[in-house]
T-cell receptor, first 113, second 113 residues
Framework: GQQLNQSPQSMFIQEGEDVSMNCTSS?????WLWYKQDPGEGPVLLIA?????ELTSNGRLTAQFGITRKDSFLNISASIPSDVGIYFC?????????????FGSGTRLQVQP | SAVISQKPSRDICQRGTSLTIQCQVD?????MFWYRQQPGQSLTLIAT?????????ESGFVIDKFPISRPNLTFSTLTVSNMSPEDSSIYLC??????????FGQGTRLTVV
């Protein structure tokens, strides 16, 4: 299947620090999504991006849809302990028209109070 | 957004047995999907559950192993058949409309012993 390369694999930061993670692919995506998964829960949608170059914010979270439609990044500013979890990028491939998602490998975030 | 409930939330099963997971959505949805999340891994699409017809399976997943039903627009089941320890995973139901992003249930944590 199609691969989304997500990095970093894990991060351990101090409370208050900013965080950045990104996803890249060799394929073009119509949509980029960022999810957060807490232990024992399903992924929760944080931000959805639909246009190349689009920059969208949701509180302390900011994400951008790359111009080439093959990459996206997520920034978290002023991290807090409840930001702990696994963050996944995901997207809809452009050449299929399907609504099923391809997921990145995830970034595990730990925040030291 | 739709509320998705999965049952059971977790189970421990003997190898060779089968488990049926239920996914109930609180409103009618166009799309329903089943994903697998192996320990420490990302989400992989098993199949798209089609209302009133056979599910569409991804490469590496077959109907005999993962039979899926979707009798109406709010309900679907996934059966994990003839289980082995390698089937130990979190199984996630996802649902949404054609023009909205899908939401996830809380998942079913399956352990096969």
């Amino acid at each position: 299947g199609q691969q989304l390369n997500q990095s970093p694999q894990s991060m351990f930061i101090q409370e208050g620090e900013d965080v950045s993670m990104n996803c890249t692919s060799s394929s073009i995506f119509n949509t980029w999504l960022w999810y957060k998964q807490d232990p024992g829960e399903g992924p929760v949608l944080l931000i959805a991006l639909y246009k190349a170059g689009e920059l969208t914010s949701n509180g302390r979270l900011t994400a951008q849809f790359g111009i080439t439609r093959k990459d996206s990044f997520l920034n978290i500013s002023a991290s807090i302990p409840s930001d702990v979890g696994i963050y996944f990028c995901a997207g809809h491939l452009s050449d299929t028209g399907r609504r099923a998602l391809t997921f990145g490998s995830g970034t595990r975030l730990q925040v030291q109070p | 957004s739709a509320v998705i409930s999965q049952k059971p939330s977790r189970d421990i099963c003997q190898r060779g047995t089968s488990l049926t997971i239920q996914c109930q959505v609180d409103s009618q949805v166009t799309m329903m999907f089943w994903y697998r999340q192996q320990p420490g891994q990302s989400l992989t699409l098993i199949a798209t559950a089609n209302q009133g017809s056979e599910a569409t399976y991804e490469s590496g997943f077959v109907i005999d192993k993962f039979p899926i039903s979707r009798p109406n627009l709010t309900f679907s089941t996934l059966t994990v058949s003839n289980m082995s320890p390698e089937d130990s995973s979190i199984y996630l139901c996802s649902a949404g409309q054609l023009n909205t992003e899908a939401f996830f249930g809380q998942g079913t944590r399956l352990t096969v012993v």
